[in-house]
């Protein structure tokens, strides 16, 4: 369909998914999880063109996916994959779609892909076999493994190189991203670049560089130079605080300072890692969407238990913005936040983000 990000879509009915999977419940290698079940029949508007993503399995950088799409807002909840708190965004193939007009809209009938009977797998798909598919259960004292869209990434892809221009044309001509956003990212993937070599050469030259570059950006209100280093030294600990932040709670993210000086020179906090896609939130108040204590190890399929007390904050995702070799990415994963890295807001702040823009509370 060449699904466009402002497009409506309803997904298909259970039926019509199942007959396009095979006996791993999968179309191209993409698992249909359990947790989209709940989605069929209803209507959705397109975020992105899923055309592209990044490898958080083997970290070779970014990957092609054909005919996908990123619904929005629409979050892996877990529920059949043993509670994971990622909120991971969901992956929906063209073949499990179908386009429908927008909201108001007087539009005739929309192009729409083969009905189900164009579509059947060989293989005979169920609910349970979704079920089943989801995690593989160890031997006694064994921990379970979980499939899950991110654990499969890798099979339902193929390389991209970083350097491919068709990529960032496609960014584009999807509605992923404005030509705005994609020329100031060349300008700091340069700059960034500029900044690597300097630093293998000199110790002076890359600190008068990020200089000139937060000099430039606090003319634009722009957001500083995000890849410096923590300030903690190798083998010293990491310092750690509890907030006891619950969802729905105002935090204001530390500002970006503070933050390096809990971070050691691989920018880890307890194993941690503070990543430069986070940088453009510090200093600025969100909303806790929840918390995260175990989350599935997309290398292994094991979930894992995080250490100290760690949220995810609403509408604070990955935006690819300074990622390397995977700039521009749509998936647009949440960053997981130590409570260290937060603080609770004072009245005034508090006050102010709940305010109406351009009205009063």
Known sequence: MSLRAGDWVRVRSKPDILATLDERGCLDGLPFMPEMLQFCGMRFQVWTRAHKTCDTVSSTGGRRMPSAVHLKELRCDGRGHGGCDSA????????????????????????????????????????????DAAVEHGEEGQPSRYRCQATELPAATRPLKWWDIRQYVEDFNSGNVPVRRLASGAVYAAFHALVSRAERRSTRLPRLLIRLYDGVQRMLHGTPYPRRRGTIAPGQPTPAAELGLQPGELVRVRPYDQILDTLDRRNLNRGMYFDAEEVPFCGKTFRVRSRVEKIIDERTGRMITLKGKNVILEGVWCQGRYSDRRMHCPRAIFPIWREIWLERPDETAARKHDSPPGGRA
Do not use: Y
């Not at 192009?111 to 076999?129: A, M, V, W, Y």
């Open 88 to 131: 991971c965004l969901l992956f929906w193939k063209e073949a499990w779609l179908e386009r429908v007009p927008g909201p108001g809209s007087d539009q005739g009938p929309q192009p729409d892909i083969p009905k189900s009977g164009q579509l059947r797998s060989k293989h005979q798909c169920t609910e349970q076999l979704l079920l």
